[in-house]
């Protein structure tokens, strides 16, 4: 199942690019013309009244695709002016900018100040071409940018953001991004980046429109390239194929004459007693996500605790190992999660017969804790779900790769961890990374959702990803789905939001599902 539209790495995109180029099909120039035409269109479409711009190229590509900008932006009456650093002669910006029948000023802040204050700044200055942190006058324009209160149109991302891993490069790891640059609007071409999605990139991009430039036919990608998927944003990309849904599958449209197992069984063990309700969430998100039966697995002593509704869950006690061994010999299928409120002793006892059972599995919280204390190789359909600090437990090296500036990346970091551990692993954040084994991952990324981090909210979307291993699907797809299912509801509930409404917004969510 594909659950979003592919997201490309900047050197996938030079490869497409090589790809067009070599094919004979399109020249680089015929691309540029494309991609600042596209720009220029985004631009007359949210700023209909021409006005005055002041765009700024670079040296390379990106600062090709700025000349045509202004070009097009002249063409429709806008009053345009542009500075530009000198482009390596014969290349494409080179010819570009030869087409610019304007002036060129110099690419300083002395020659922008010396301008008339502009509606509107277009930045063209470095796109996926960033090799280094800026420095010296771009710094300073990017400064200038930073603090002037003009909107600014980024070409393709922008200048200082790494396409790739989402970094401003010079701004530590983490640091908010206040001072840098921060674009009303990014347009970018063909599909994502992974740094338009992670850490600093959202912050910085503003709004991000992905156009079509005709790269489709030329996508390289292969078995050395596995897909990278967003799952949220979902930019609507012109003439690209709208993607299968789950909505039907989801209402159980498509076994419409099911009994309740054949949408399977979930067990969710609670911790001792006064500690359930992370599990009574994780459970009732199960419920909701449309597995047939869902049993609570408290241990004895805290039994009556949880007597009170919802009447929909089972309650089956376990103390230990053996008793959770005994309720896994079941032959009907059955999916486990452990963890939420579970206690790390009580994870630790019960992860070794949990893992023999070999059951699609979700790992959250505590079992995360006792994974780490205590390794332990993990069946085949596992997933892990930890935030920052549980994921530093289990992988204190890639932890620090995560934060070291100029590191490999989310996407990367979450690869290895994948295969390494041989589950799904999902780091949460607001930009969410989810990656398989065998090296499929995918970005969810919405920083307009704060109220999401709530006490509890990691619950619910473990049992989300329990109910749908319990109804059948693979794990790296049903982490993709109860990602989604658990934003959606997020924000469609708004501000406000506590983990029980979390549960309580997903019918209206599955309702409408596509
Ligand atoms: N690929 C595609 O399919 C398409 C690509 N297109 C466009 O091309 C863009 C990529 O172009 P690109 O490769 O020429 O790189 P770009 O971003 O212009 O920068 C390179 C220049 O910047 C310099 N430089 C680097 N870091 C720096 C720093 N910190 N401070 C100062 N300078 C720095 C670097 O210098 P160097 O490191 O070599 O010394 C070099 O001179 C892409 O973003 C998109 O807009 C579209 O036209 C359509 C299709
Ligand atoms: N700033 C944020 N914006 C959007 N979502 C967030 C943000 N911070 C955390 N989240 C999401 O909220 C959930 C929190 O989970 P977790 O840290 O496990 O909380 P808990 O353990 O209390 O259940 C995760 O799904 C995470 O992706
Ligand atoms: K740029």
Redesign the pocket.
């Given at each position: 199942m594909i659950e979003g539209p592919e997201i490309v790495t900047c050197a996938q995109m030079r490869a497409m690019e090589s790809a067009a180029m070599g094919s004979g099909a399109i020249s680089g120039l015929n691309l540029m013309t494309r991609a600042g035409r596209a720009v220029a269109g985004q631009i007359r479409l949210r700023w209909p009244v021409a006005g005055r711009a002041t765009v700024l190229c670079g040296p390379g590509n990106n600062g090709g695709d700025g000349y045509v900008v202004a070009q097009a932006l002249a063409q429709a009456g806008w009053s345009v002016r542009v500075l530009g650093g000198p482009p390596r002669p014969g290349s494409d910006a080179a010819a570009a900018r030869a087409r610019w029948q304007g002036d060129v000023h110099p690419l300083t802040v002395v020659a922008l100040r010396a301008g008339p204050a502009p509606d509107l700044y277009v930045d063209a200055i470095l796109g996926t071409g960033l090799t280094r942190p800026p420095e010296g006058e771009v710094a300073a324009l990017l400064a200038h940018l930073a603090q002037a209160d003009i909107p600014v149109v980024a070409v393709d991302g922008p200048s200082g953001l790494c396409l790739d891993s989402g970094q401003i490069l010079g701004l530590p790891r983490g640091a908010p991004a206040r001072d840098a640059l921060r674009a009303a609007l990014t347009v970018t071409f063909d599909s994502p980046r992974p740094g338009h999605l992670l850490e600093h990139g959202p912050a910085a991009c503003g709004t991000l429109i992905v156009a079509d430039i005709g790269l489709e036919p030329f996508r390289v990608l292969g078995p050395t390239l596995p897909r990278l998927t967003a799952l949220w944003p979902r930019p609507a990309i012109p003439n690209r194929r709208p993607l299968a849904g789950h909505g039907p599958w989801l209402r159980k449209q498509q076994s419409a004459g099911g009994h309740k197992y054949d949408h399977g069984a979930a067990l969710i063990v609670t911790g001792g007693p006064g500690a359930g309700g992370?599990a009574r969430l994780a459970a009732r998100a199960a419920l909701r996500a449309g597995a047939g039966l869902v049993t609570l697995a408290p241990p004895q002593a805290a039994m009556a605790e949880h007597a009170l509704p919802p009447d929909a869950l089972m309650r089956r006690a376990i103390d230990d190992g053996p008793a959770l061994a005994k309720a896994l010999a079941d032959r009907r299928a059955m999916a486990l999660c452990l963890g939420p409120g579970g206690g790390v002793a009580r994870m630790l006892a019960l992860l070794p017969p949990a893992c023999a059972a070999a059951r699609p599995m979700v790992l959250d919280?505590d079992a995360l804790t006792a994974l780490a204390q205590a390794p332990h190789p993990l069946p085949p359909s596992c997933v892990l779900t930890p935030?920052g600090g549980e994921f530093a437990r289990l992988f204190p090296d890639l932890a620090q790769d995560l934060a070291r500036p100029g590191g490999p990346g989310k996407v990367a970091v979450l690869r290895i961890a994948a295969q390494r551990i041989g589950a799904v692993v999902l780091l949460?954040?607001?930009d969410?990374v989810i990656a398989a084994p065998d090296g499929r991952a995918a970005i969810h990324s919405?920083?307009a959702?704060?109220w999401?981090?709530?006490?509890?909210?990691?619950?619910v979307?473990a049992g989300l990803i329990t109910g749908l291993l319990a109804r059948g699907l693979p794990p790296f797809a049903a982490t993709c789905l109860a990602v989604r299912l658990?934003g959606q509801a997020a924000r469609q509930h708004g501000p406000g939001l506590i983990?029980d409404d979390l549960v309580e917004a997903l019918p209206a969510v599955i309702a409408a599902w596509r």
């Open positions: 992370a919280a935030h949460k954040g607001p969410t919405d920083a959702i704060p999401l981090a709530t006490a509890g909210a990691g619950d979307l658990h983990a």
